[in-house]
T-cell receptor, first 112, second 116 residues
Framework: NAGVTQTPKFQVLKTGQSMTLQCAQDMNHNSMYWYRQDPGMGLRLIYYSASEGTTDKGEVPNGYNVSRLNKREFSLRLESAAPSQTSVYFC???????????FGQGTRLTVV | AQSVTQPDIHITVSEGASLELRCNYSYGATPYLFWYVQSPGQGLQLLLKYFSGDTLVQGIKGFEAEFKRSQSSFNLRKPSVHWSDAAEYFCAVTMYSGGGADGLTFGKGTHLIIQP
């Protein structure tokens, strides 16, 4: 069972570069999420997609964009990376908006 | 705004001893409550959840948690810890409000250290 798959696992970017983090789930879940994890901060919601065709901002959306490509896939894009975006990014999915979420293994991003 | 507080940043427990990790939340009504565990370099794994009903819930790996409405708490417990329990533990809450941000609101985590 693959669950939630994120790519890449590690990435180093230079300030100003762009990149897209990919996420796919094979559980037929309706809702998908992007979180970032910083030391001592827990996880904070960046964007979420309650269902296919919808996306909404979370707690820390500035500097990011998302695309819900289809029911399975939810990507996160950094248009112009900044050192403040150095973090570990987690994608998650859930069947409904307020039920348990299943997490991917994370993408460790460093912006230099 | 909703919030979750985990008062203990680090906890050290001897192997075989009992464990209690604290979690307090701030909400207008009863939220859905979760405990997740994260091993180093890994994603988050759900330990247990509370939606309604019996306020004492059982989870995986021998963990349990008790919801106390009067104290706005959802503390995680284990009678006897094992070295493999060393990890980061996160309490999380959510509530379908019909508006505002959905998804989980996490506490900042408690780092559990197991002494031999």
């Amino acid at each position: 069972n693959a669950g939630v798959t994120q790519t890449p696992k590690f990435q180093v970017l230079k300030t100003g570069q762009s990149m897209t983090l990919q996420c796919a789930q094979d559980m037929n879940h309706n809702s998908m999420y992007w979180y970032r994890q910083d030391p001592g901060m827990g996880l904070r919601l960046i964007y979420y997609s309650a269902s296919e065709g919808t996306t909404d901002k979370g707690e820390v959306p500035n500097g990011y964009n998302v695309s819900r490509l289809n029911k399975r896939e939810f990507s996160l894009r950094l248009e112009s990376a900044a050192p403040s975006q150095t973090s570990v990014y987690f994608c998650a999915s859930s069947e409904l908006r307020d039920t348990e979420a299943f997490f991917g293994q994370g993408t460790r991003l460093t912006v230099v | 705004a909703q919030s979750v507080t985990q008062p203990d940043i680090h906890i050290t427990v001897s192997e075989g001893a009992s464990l209690e990790l604290r979690c307090n939340y701030s909400y207008g009504a009863t939220p859905y409550l979760f405990w997740y565990v994260q091993s180093p370099g890994q994603g988050l794994q759900l330990l247990l959840k509370y939606f309604s009903g019996d306020t004492l819930v059982q989870g995986i790996k021998g963990f349990e948690a008790e919801f106390k409405r009067s104290q706005s708490s959802f503390n995680l417990r284990k009678p006897s810890v094992h070295w493999s329990d060393a990890a980061e533990y996160f309490c999380a809450v959510t509530m379908y409000s019909g508006g505002g941000a959905d998804g989980l609101t996490f506490g900042k985590g408690t780092h559990l250290i197991i002494q031999p």
